[in-house]
Nanobody, 126 residues
Framework: QGQLVESGGGLVQPGGSLRLSCTAS????????IGWFRRAPGKAREGVSC????????YYADSVKDRFTISRDNDKNTVYLQLNSLKPEDTAVYYC???????????????????WGQGTQVTVSS
């Protein structure tokens, strides 16, 4: 299986925005559900959002609903996570992961994903 590479993290003030990208190399992202996860200091990795391969299904954790938006451009082999109205508690390493699944399916469960990127740091601080 190929690689996933996250980018777009950084330091941002509370209320600010970032756009994270997850780009695949060595395989076609269009055939996979993609999830975004995060690990805050001292906490377990948690599901943030996911999108099915046909874009019909999305999921958001309650803590990020109405602030984060997931999208994908299969032609660019890339999935995006738009982070708006960021809060200090959003500080974490953000990871994307791929899941071979039916075209309409995605999951916010860490345990279902078998191919992970290396992560990108998001720090929300004034």
């Amino acid at each position: 299986q190929g690689q996933l590479v996250e980018s777009g993290g950084g330091l941002v003030q509370p209320g600010g925005s970032l756009r994270l990208s997850c780009t695949a190399s060595g395989f076609t992202l269009a055939y996979y559900a993609i999830g975004w996860f995060r690990r805050a200091p001292g906490k377990a990795r948690e599901g943030v959002s996911c999108i099915s391969s046909d874009k019909s299904t999305t999921y958001y954790a309650d803590s990020v609903k109405d602030r984060f938006t997931i999208s994908r451009d299969n032609d660019k082999n890339t999935v995006y996570l738009q982070l708006n109205s960021l809060k200090p508690e959003d500080t974490a390493v953000y990871y994307c992961a791929s899941l071979p699944a039916p075209y309409y399916y995605c999951s916010g469960s860490v345990h279902q994903y078998d191919n992970w990127g290396q992560g990108t740091q998001v720090t929300v601080s004034s």
